[in-house]
T-cell receptor
Framework: GESVGLHLPTLSVQEGDNSIINCAYSNSASDYFIWYKQESGKGPQFIIDIRSNMDKRQGQRVTVLLNKTVKHLSLQIAATQPGDSAVYFCAENMGNSGNTPLVFGKGTRLSVIA | DTEVTQTPKHLVMGMTNKKSLKCEQHMGHRAMYWYKQKAKKPPELMFVYSYEKLSINESVPSRFSPECPNSSLLNLHLHALQPEDSALYLC????????????FGPGTRLTVL
């Protein structure tokens, strides 16, 4: 089965509020994690990534947190906007060899209420 | 240019047809991928090309045949598909390997009748 999963399949937030999307992974050898955003009818769009030697990384309005102790990854979106409505996938890469595939989580649908 | 392009955007084909999906990137990436995505599911890896050589085939049926004519192009040839093959087919690329960030194209929505 998949080693990457999500706690919440759907999330509804009010416009302007902060969103937190969670992801659990089971392989302690995973060393690279990516968050993708997929809007309806489009391909996954890279949002932010983090390597296992970090526990936090910030982008524009987004922050990824990595807790290796409990194998947990989260994506925080500040001041959520209607354009943030999409399905969000976490993905992990197990190992540095470059020969292991990216494993996607099941995805969380984020709905922004105007 | 930071884009992966795919054509066609939509494709409808019968089970006896032969068709091809095309993918192109001009980012100088040396790894390219085909994924299949069913509705409300994450992408599933089908094939990986590394430096224009097929490096991974995730047990995909032979009715799907990938081809990498050069480092910028990736094709997926389709023949004798089944209705259950209907899905969004995504192409992606990354600088060198699966250890790098993968960038996805918009996908081809395939319907097999």
């Amino acid at each position: 089965g998949e080693s990457v999963g999500l706690h919440l399949p759907t999330l509804s937030v009010q416009e302007g509020d902060n969103s937190i999307i969670n992801c659990a992974y089971s392989n302690s050898a995973s060393d690279y994690f990516i968050w993708y955003k997929q809007e309806s009818g489009k391909g996954p769009q890279f949002i932010i990534d983090i390597r296992s030697n970090m526990d936090k990384r910030q982008g524009q309005r987004v922050t990824v947190l990595l807790n290796k102790t409990v194998k947990h990854l989260s994506l925080q979106i500040a001041a959520t906007q209607p354009g943030d409505s999409a399905v969000y996938f976490c993905a992990e890469n197990m190992g540095n060899s470059g020969n292991t595939p990216l494993v996607f989580g099941k995805g969380t649908r984020l709905s922004v209420i105007a | 240019d930071t884009e992966v392009t795919q054509t066609p955007k939509h494709l409808v084909m019968g089970m006896t047809n032969k068709k091809s999906l095309k993918c192109e990137q001009h980012m100088g990436h040396r790894a390219m991928y085909w994924y299949k995505q069913k509705a409300k599911k994450p992408p599933e890896l089908m094939f990986v090309y590394s430096y224009e050589k097929l490096s991974i085939n995730e047990s995909v049926p032979s009715r799907f045949s990938p081809e990498c004519p050069n480092s910028s192009l990736l094709n997926l040839h389709l023949h004798a598909l089944q209705p259950e093959d209907s899905a969004l087919y995504l192409c992606a690329s990354s600088p060198f390997s699966q250890a790098d960030t993968q960038y996805f194209g918009p996908g081809t929505r395939l319907t097999v009748l």
